[in-house]
């Protein structure tokens, strides 16, 4: 599953992933959390927060 970033997130913890508005990020897990979705970025991986992201529509 993948989303698309809505904001720039600066991550603030070592399991926290930064991201820039725009990049779509792969969706890893969303079942332990629903305010944290674990997502993967060029290779690296950790949480976003799931408020600054919007989910992409099956294509």
């Known amino acids: 599953m993948e989303a698309i970033a809505?904001?720039?997130f600066n991550a603030t913890a070592d399991d926290?992933?930064?991201f820039?508005?725009?990049q779509v990020l792969k969706i890893l897990n969303m079942e332990d959390d629903m305010n944290w979705y674990r997502a993967e970025?060029?290779?690296r991986e950790g949480?976003?927060?799931s408020n600054y992201i919007e989910?992409?529509?099956h294509e």
Do not use: F, Q, T, V
Request: aromatic share 0%; charged share 40%; proline share 11%.
């Open 20 to 22: 820039r508005k725009g």
């Open 55 to 57: 989910m992409k529509p």
């Open 6 to 8: 809505k904001h720039e």
């Open 47 to 49: 949480l976003i927060p």
């Open 41 to 43: 970025l060029d290779a």
């Open 16 to 18: 926290e992933l930064s």
